[in-house]
């Protein structure tokens, strides 16, 4: 059985994981709308799973952030770090500054 669904970026907040570095990233830009016609742009007339929406967000959000204009050294450094599939200890210790 295939269930489609509209989202908002709050309800993809809700359903996506391990991606909320790229998320607050989107939110603190002010740019949740622009993320969503996004995400329509890229899939094109494909109906994805929330899990592929989560993998492109999770694995490719320094593309995504990109695409979108914004600008994030630490974030992309962090994603760099999760796709050599090292854990996240490393960031226990050191954590990003939301300051900047």
């Known amino acids: 059985m295939r269930i ?3 989202f908002d970026f709050w309800m993809l907040r809700e359903e996506c994981w391990d991606c ?4 607050d990233a989107v939110e603190n830009a002010d740019m949740e709308d622009a993320l969503m016609d ?3 742009d890229n899939f ?3 109906v994805p799973t929330i899990t592929e929406v989560n993998d492109l967000l999770r ?3 320094d593309y995504v952030l990109e695409s979108l204009g914004i600008e ?13 599939g090292w854990d996240d ?3 226990d210790t050191h954590p ?3 300051d900047n």
Do not use: N, Q, S, T
């Open 44 to 46: 094109c007339d494909a």
């Open 59 to 61: 694995f490719d959000g």
């Open 89 to 91: 200890d490393y960031w």
């Open 38 to 40: 996004f995400l329509e």
């Open 72 to 84: 994030d050294e630490e974030l992309e450094e962090r994603l760099d770090y999760i796709r050599e």
């Open 20 to 23: 909320d570095d790229v998320l």
């Open 4 to 6: 489609a669904r509209e």
């Open 96 to 98: 990003i500054d939301e």
